[in-house]
């Protein structure tokens, strides 16, 4: 044995010198037989220490198990050698309670720390050894059970595992008995351990009805040892929720089966998730009718039934009419709610086999699936006329509107998907061109057409760079003295083929394709270069310029009023800007700040076609506005006989309202003394009309203006 060439540690000599009979001899004897039992279990680490902790005895199995040979243990301090990492005092109070009592020491487990860097869970036996009747050294035999310590360490992780997991999870003996289950089991199906353990798995298929499927699976299971799919399951009150199943068969080392386990996972969160991304996916956010991609899918499905089928479907192209009025006047807010309200009335008005999808902005297409004739689609067609055609009240507005519909069919205009949809929106835009609230099939005439309408588009975008455009203008005549005092700039297309087109012709078109804005940034410059003009020649007019939408919602358009005063060098009270009422009151206190701030330039602020948009009377106090325009429409009712007598009580009132707020009225289209008259009576200021141009009140202002246009 190593250290046998030690007096202390030479076990013969030392058991010799005990006093027969006792509790000495009887130590002897047990260290006896433990010695001859090392000798014979040599994987038993076997050492000794004396009073002073200094080793005596380090046997072979010592030094492989803590790295350290003999002949550097021997005679060194154990605690210099081999410590306890974690409960140390335990450890050290074992000792002393050897040395205290004189009894061996129960049997325990520490772990160790070496200096030859080792960690290791030894299972550890101290026994006293006497001499003279004094207790001299302690025997410590110490077995490694690292393995069987990382073992167990792994089956307690495995069990938390099992018990903490969220899925469930069943266990089973190779019959497909249940062995065990864990808390998720309960939780997810309703079924109390107690109440399952003990039963064959096939009891609790988990939504596996279908037998065949059953035996399917497990013979794949037999194969390949494992499978998984989602299911339909069910728990113990009935309720079927969907779920995800693995099962898996558990070999031992011989290759055999030795259990079976099941993990069935509640996925209902997740296919709630999944629908609704897919919803979201396939369905506008605002109305939540089917969008684009969704309306193709259905498309196409329709299609191929129809092909199968030799039946026709319809799509009905929809795009409401005049709908950028509401959202420029009244707001998008109101817009949307009017898109969600127009939604409703579609859905109303078709099958529960249609689609009514939004495609954006005011455009919806509706698909007729398996019609049996063109006139199936008209009729839906007039219904949806008449739904939109309703009023919708949308506190504080009431609204009316209309829409316009183009219908293409199957198999007549076109066989696939792009091409029906094409047709149905050429067919819309000639609806819209006749005069919209109306609906109009497709044919070939009409793509005619709106390639015409495309191509006009292109030639506009050009007009400016061949300064095709002009400004005409309109003088405002002063009522009480009869003299011109202003003039308002008026644009003018000089088409190379179409010749002089009014605004009316082009403005629409303007506006749908985003030039407003350099158009109008155009005849601002223009007609600040024509009254500096003017003013250079003696006559200081004033020169309105039409402000469109798109201008005035333009963060920069105090610094390009500016810009086009500099550059003209015009004096700013010479500039009169017009806004329309409507758009006004859509800005609402965005619109304040903005005429605040030209006022502040020193222009004049003017509200045009006033008495009939969406105003709120008593805001226009707020308003740092210099003059009313009364629209011509009210102009137009001031006839001799008294049948205007409706509006003309609303043109006396718009003239005593501005003269409660101390501004100026101008009323435009005056066309007969009788109604200048009127006007007069009722204390207008100025107006613009034919009527100026027949009396003689712009004789020898066309030279100075250029062009007057009545």
Known sequence: ????????????????????????????????????????????????????????????????????????????????????????????????????????????????????????????????????????????????????????????????????????????????????????????????????????????????????????????????????????????????????????????????????????????????????????????????????????????????????????????????????????????????????????????????????????????????????????????????????????????????????????????DGSDIDTLLKNADVAMYHAKENGRNSLQFFSPQMNALISERASFAQELRRALERQEFVLEYQAEIDIASGQPCGAEALIRWRHPRLGLLLPERFIGVAEDNGLMLPIGHWVLQQACLAARRWQTAGYPLVVAVNLSPAQFMQKDLVDTVQAALQQSGLAAPLLELELTEALIMKQGGAALATLKALRGLGVRLTIDDFGTGYSRLGHLQDYPVDKLKIDRSLVAAIVANGDGAPRTAAVSAIIALARTLQMKVVAEGVETPDQLQFLRQHGCDLYQGNYARRAGQLDGLSAVLGAVEP
């Open 1 to 412: 044995m190593v250290g046998e060439q030690n007096d202390n540690i030479d076990g013969a000599p030392l058991l010799r010198d005990q006093p027969s009979g006792g509790p000495g001899q009887q130590a002897i004897d047990f260290v006896s037989r433990i010695v001859a039992a090392i000798e014979l279990t040599p994987m038993v680490a076997v050492l000794s220490i004396d009073r002073s902790g200094v080793v005596c005895y380090w046997n072979q199995a010592s030094a492989a198990l803590y790295g350290i040979p003999a002949e550097q243990a021997l005679g060194c301090q154990l605690e210099q050698l081999v410590q306890p990492d974690g409960r140390a005092d335990d450890y050290h109070a074992a000792i002393a309670a050897v040395w205290h009592s004189g009894q061996p020491s129960p049997a325990h487990d520490w772990h160790m720390q070496t200096t030859a860097g080792r960690q290791l869970w030894i299972y550890s036996t101290m026994f006293p050894v006497f001499r003279d009747g004094q207790l001299q050294q302690i025997f410590r035999m110490d077995v490694d059970i690292t393995a069987r310590k990382r073992q167990e360490r792994t089956l307690h992780l495995a069990a938390q595992v099992f018990e903490s997991s969220r899925d469930a999870i069943v266990l089973t003996d190779p019959q497909q008995t249940v062995l065990l289950v864990n808390q998720a089991y309960s939780s997810v199906t309703g079924y109390a351990a107690a109440e399952i353990v003990g039963q064959s798995l096939a009891l609790h298929r988990s939504g596996i009805e279908d037998e065949a499927r059953y035996q399917q699976i497990w013979a794949e299971i037999g194969q390949a040892g494992h499978w998984q799919g989602e299911v339909w399951a069910q728990r113990k009150d009935g309720q079927r929720y969907p779920a995800w199943l693995s099962l898996t068969a558990l070999r031992d080392r011989a290759g055999h089966i030795s259990n079976y386990m099941g993990i069935l996972s509640d996925i209902s969160d997740l296919k709630q998730s999944e629908a609704h991304t897919r919803h979201l996916a396939e369905h506008d956010f605002l109305t939540d009718l089917p969008n684009r991609v969704l309306l193709r899918d259905r498309l196409s499905l329709a299609l191929t039934a129809a092909r199968r089928n030799h039946s026709m479907l319809a799509i009905l192209f929809l795009d409401l009419d005049r709908f950028k009025q509401v959202n420029d006047t009244l707001g998008h807010h109101t817009g949307d709610l009017l898109l969600q309200e127009v939604a409703a009335r579609l859905v109303r008005c078709v099958r529960g086999a249609d689609t009514v999808s939004r495609q954006g902005g005011d455009e919806f297409v509706i698909m007729l699936a398996d019609i049996s004739a063109p006139d199936q689609a008209a009729h839906v067609a007039d219904s949806i006329l008449q739904a939109i055609a309703q009023p919708v009240l949308l506190e504080p507005h009431r609204l009316s509107v209309s829409t316009s519909i183009g219908i293409s069919i199957y198999p007549d």
